[in-house]
């Protein structure tokens, strides 16, 4: 019996040991299973990004500026194909190593020598090169060094120099251009932040194709206009250089023509000049004689087309006249107000053609906050146009004035329309007349009942 249990016993080990061993083969199989499975997954990313990079090697210029070809971020600053550099991007983003990649970015002589002369962060370098390929068609010793040190020599700050070639990196381009106007400007005795602001502004076009006499044509008829010396450079042409592209009889002189043709004198053309100098590069056919004939077909007279754009000389644009009153004529068409009533309105006032937010926040404010129907709106801008051109708040003010004071209500706006249109101190002094008027009568009805006067008197 004893004999039985021991085989039993041994029988149940032999069997354990069977199961213990299928048990710690199937895990280990079950663990070189898995990292079999993790090596080709490597090893297919890593196939892919070498195809990937493979197929990159026709995108951009070869890497010749000493960096390493495994890293994206120096792919990125030789390649200009939008889809190329989309993958790599994707690549440095979902990898999750962009500090790596940036420790082990190798810049390439340009940036090295912008870092170093302008004292920039080479980090920040680094992302304007990956961000703009062009920067590495661009010669070190013939056209970044010479242009940079001319600008140094120039008194410009380093910090203006390192911003204008973010925004406007092809003033590297002419080095010798670049000396050439640098000089015509230190010859006008420009400070150095307006010549920042200059070349900044400035067109490719300035550069290649415009000779300093050209220039100084510009500049004697500029001066011959009327604008002062003093701000001949800082509000003229610093913020709009390619004024000096314009040619004198076939495109600036037309312009102040056609001005003076609606009744603007050469002065007030000077200070629109001033304030907008874009509208010397405006066409006569195609912008300003558009723009004319669309006010005067809302009802503007000449005379007000005229001072309409003495006011706002920026409505001298690019943009078309639809774009920039269509949304403030569509307005007064759904109040329910006609052609022939809209030119009505035009002729009576046009500061609902420039106030900033008329008429649609002056019609919403007299149908939702003071309750009036549509047709109570319509009547009242046809009465009053200048309500168009009152603040929201000023209209509330008036009305609850008028409250308080004279005990008008709503239906009495609508009878005496101008009150709402006149300014707070007439409504203040209409206000202060009939309560003498009402004084008066109460006074000499008083005088009359006392026997102190007759009604005649």
Known sequence: MQLSSNKSCAVRSREAGKVLLHHHSSSALLSVRNQLQQQQQHDSQHSSRVACRTSLADVGPSFSNGGNSNNPLELLRVTRDVQARARLMAEVMTDGRMSHYSEAYQPCPVEDFLSKELGVWSYNVMLFAVANPVLQAFNLESQVRPAVRSLKA?????????FLITKHLEVL???????????????????????????LKAPDALFTSCTQAQALQVLGWLKALGVKQEYLFPRVLCPCPAILLQDIPSQLQPIVAHLTSLGLEPQHVMRMTCVHP??????VESQLQPLVSYLEGLGCSTCQVARLLQEVPQALGGRPPQALFGARVEALRELGVDGQELRQVTARSTLWLTMKGAPQEQIAHLQQDMGFT???AREL???????LSEKP??????VDFLRATLNMELGDCLAHPTYLGASLMQVGSTAVAVEAVRLCLW?????VKAGLLTASQ
């Not at 120039?154 to 390192?162: E, G, K, P, R, S």
């Not at 670049?178 to 420009?190: A, I, M, P, T």
């Not at 874009?278 to 066409?283: A, G, N, T």
């Not at 801008?381 to 309500?387: M, R, Y």
Request: contains cysteine.
């Open 154 to 162: 120039a008194n410009i700050d380093v910090t203006d120099i390192w």
């Open 173 to 199: 381009r002419d080095p010798i251009a670049l000396q050439r106007w640098l000089d015509f400007l230190s010859l006008q005795e420009l400070a150095s932040r307006h010549m920042a602001n200059f070349l």
């Open 278 to 283: 874009e509208l010397l590069l405006i066409s």
């Open 374 to 376: 549509a047709e109570q």
């Open 381 to 387: 801008v046809l009465a009053c146009p200048a309500i």
């Open 393 to 398: 708040l000023e209209l509330q003010r008036k």
């Open 443 to 447: 006074f000499g009805s008083w005088y």
